[in-house]
């Protein structure tokens, strides 16, 4: 994966393309029909803590986290902004100890910057390590089926890459491709929303 210095680099020049400052569509959609509010979630690459804080407002006990430690400062104030508690951590995903265990785990943009099957795997082991059984998964990731233009965009996975790192141990219960578009990339990307749970 990319290493901390190069996503501090990003975040010290504002060269934050996926930074939207709005809450995740797929996460408000799971979140509001879901039969009963998480307990305990945890923000995977929550860079400036935008979902972490939604998610804490609607009464989730929220654990973000991020490899960037200017992220996990701009995170830090965007909680004290919005008046929420999380707990923020300054870590590795990949070789980080879980402090708790989950009902639901959320990246958006994290699991795709894995490179190669072998961080994929220790991505989705990671993710079972950190998630309650029956637990959950949301992870939005960029999708192969669209080209790269001039290595543009997000890092993208192909639907038997995904498949293929996360069904050993989880079960997939959806997995669709979606366009998005935002204010600061108008032009339509595709991506996947794929939701598992632990088996
Ligand atoms: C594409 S950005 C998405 C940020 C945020 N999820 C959002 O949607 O605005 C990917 C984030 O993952 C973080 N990241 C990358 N590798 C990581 C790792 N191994 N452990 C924790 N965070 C990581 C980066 O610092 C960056 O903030």
């Given at each position: 994966?990319?290493?901390?210095?190069?996503?501090?680099?990003?975040?010290?020049?504002?060269?934050?393309?996926?930074?939207?400052?709005?809450?995740?569509?797929?996460?408000?959609?799971?979140?509001?029909?879901?039969?009963?509010?998480?307990?305990?979630?945890l923000?995977i690459g929550?860079?400036?803590?935008?979902?972490?804080?939604?998610?804490?407002?609607?009464?989730?006990?929220?654990t973000a986290m991020d490899i960037?430690?200017?992220?996990?400062?701009?995170?830090?104030?965007?909680?004290?902004?919005?008046?929420?508690?999380?707990?923020?951590i300054k870590t590795d995903f990949l070789t980080c100890t879980p402090a708790g265990?989950?009902?639901?785990?959320?990246?958006?943009?994290c699991?795709?910057?894995?490179?190669?099957?072998?961080?994929?795997?220790s991505f989705?082991r990671q993710a079972?390590i950190h998630?309650?059984?029956?637990?959950?998964?949301?992870?939005?990731?960029?999708?192969?089926?669209?080209?790269?233009?001039?290595?543009?965009?997000?890092?993208?996975?192909?639907?038997?890459?995904?498949?293929?790192?996360?069904?050993?141990?989880?079960?997939?219960?959806?997995?669709?491709?979606?366009?998005?578009?935002?204010?600061?990339?108008?032009?339509?990307?595709?991506?996947?929303?794929?939701?598992?749970?632990?088996?």
């Amino acid at each position: 994966m990319t290493e901390q210095k190069e996503w501090d680099k990003r975040y010290n020049e504002d060269d934050l393309p996926w930074d939207s400052g709005m809450p995740e569509t797929a996460l408000i959609n799971m979140i509001t029909s879901w039969p009963k509010t998480p307990n305990k979630a945890l923000d995977i690459g929550c860079g400036t803590g935008t979902n972490a804080v939604w998610l804490a407002e609607q009464g989730v006990e929220v654990t973000a986290m991020d490899i960037s430690e200017k992220a996990v400062a701009l995170a830090e104030k965007r909680c004290s902004e919005h008046g929420v508690l999380c707990r923020l951590i300054k870590t590795d995903f990949l070789t980080c100890t879980p402090a708790g265990q989950y009902d639901l785990l959320f990246d958006r943009g994290c699991f795709h910057c894995t490179e190669g099957e072998e961080e994929r795997r220790s991505f989705v082991r990671q993710a079972a390590i950190h998630l309650k059984p029956g637990g959950f998964w949301l992870s939005l990731i960029g999708n192969k089926d669209q080209m790269s233009q001039e290595g543009k965009g997000p890092p993208r996975l192909s639907a038997t890459e995904i498949c293929s790192a996360v069904e050993p141990a989880f079960e997939i219960l959806s997995l669709e491709s979606v366009l998005k578009t935002s204010p600061k990339q108008p032009q339509p990307l595709r991506f996947w929303h794929c939701l598992m749970r632990k088996r």
